[in-house]
């Protein structure tokens, strides 16, 4: 049966990145009934990444954590300073704090466990590609349970944001939803969504995730 040119164009084009080729084999196995995403290329440690997105222009890569050579931080963090276009994912079997914070400032766009069913794991590496972070339940907790004073140091941001777009970036360090946030200050939802944007500009962050990384990262005084 011929293949369908415009579906071909709109396919996700992945590459996965992890030293076990079992690893990469079922994810290629699985994610082949996905009809909208392609595997264009592997690589068994982040130094093959690296010189694999040069030729392969991949829209998401999943990317392993402890690898030889290159790990998957120290990858992404070089694949995205030159590439800012490409989403990483992270897909590891470590659920610690160390690995969690350094893949996200190192610019990951969501941090998943290898346990993840591939039906979410599908669905999480559509959100990314479309501009979202992603990160498990559990995942988020640990991000959130690391993240200390936030009330305190989004303050200094006060001299970038208005009293309003304060109130919600203290909300967002608390790990709440848009909803959340819309019902705690009697806002819409999409209101909500359009101070976050701004917010997001006016402080210099990737996404909601960096910004609760920059809130951590001020000192507390």
């Known amino acids: 049966m011929p293949q369908n040119p415009e579906l071909n164009a709109n396919r996700i084009r992945i590459i996965l990145v992890d030293d076990q080729s079992l690893i990469r084999d079922g994810l290629k196995m699985l994610l082949s009934n996905e009809v909208d995403l392609e595997i264009i290329g592997e690589a068994a440690n982040g130094l093959e990444a690296c010189r694999l997105v040069d030729s392969c222009c991949p829209d998401v890569i999943l990317m392993d954590l402890r690898m030889p050579l ?93 009293e309003r777009e304060m109130q919600v970036f203290s909300l967002v360090g608390q790990g709440k939803t848009n909803l959340e946030i819309a019902l705690d200050l009697n806002l819409t939802e999409g209101t909500v969504k359009n101070y976050i944007t701004k917010i997001l500009a006016q402080i210099g962050a990737r996404d909601r995730i960096h910004a609760v990384l920059l809130a951590q990262d001020l000192p507390e005084n």
């Open 70 to 162: 290159m790990d998957g931080i120290k990858a992404t963090k070089a694949i995205l300073e030159k590439y800012p276009q490409v989403r990483v994912l992270i897909l590891t079997t470590f659920d610690d704090e160390e690995y969690l914070l350094g893949s996200l400032r190192a610019g990951a766009s969501g941090y998943l466990l290898k346990d993840t069913p591939i039906i979410q794991l599908a669905a999480a590496i559509r959100s990314v590609h479309h501009g979202n972070s992603l990160l498990s339940t559990d995942v988020m907790s640990k991000l959130l349970g690391s993240v200390k004073q936030i009330s305190v140091s989004v303050s200094h941001f006060n001299k970038l944001l208005t």
